[in-house]
């Protein structure tokens, strides 16, 4: 097992700081405190932290805030930044009219 995703490992309680007010992730408005406790709460990985509290997944897409996110959940897990896996990252999606895969198709068979 990966020791940065050791459930078992004691990281101390949490503990508010004085800056535990200072947005992050100016997308979605989530705080340091608001990560920091998140990793004391459990979530260990970036994945998790992302799909508890949305971090990078605003208009930036991660962009703006990511950097800052992994240095904060690295420091309260007691790692090295370069330790935490990236987070599972996928492409905004949003629905696609079936006219338009049709005229793809035709496009693949003139070019061919």
């Known amino acids: 097992m990966n020791a940065v995703n050791d459930r078992l490992r004691d990281i101390g309680e949490f503990v508010p700081a004085a800056d535990d007010d ?3 992730c100016r997308c979605e408005e989530i705080t340091k405190g608001e990560i920091r406790r998140a990793v004391h709460d ?9 799909r508890y509290l949305r971090t990078g997944m605003g208009l930036c ?3 703006t805030c990511s950097r800052l ?3 904060i959940v690295a420091k309260e897990l007691g790692v090295s930044p ?5 987070a599972t990252s996928r492409v905004p999606m949003r629905p696609i009219e ?3 895969f049709a005229n793809e198709a035709k496009e693949d068979e003139a070019d061919a």
């Open 22 to 24: 200072r947005i992050i």
């Open 42 to 50: 459990g979530m260990f990985t970036l994945t998790e932290i992302r």
């Open 61 to 63: 897409q991660g962009q």
């Open 69 to 71: 996110v992994k240095g």
């Open 82 to 86: 370069a330790d935490l896996e990236p």
């Open 98 to 100: 079936m006219y338009i």
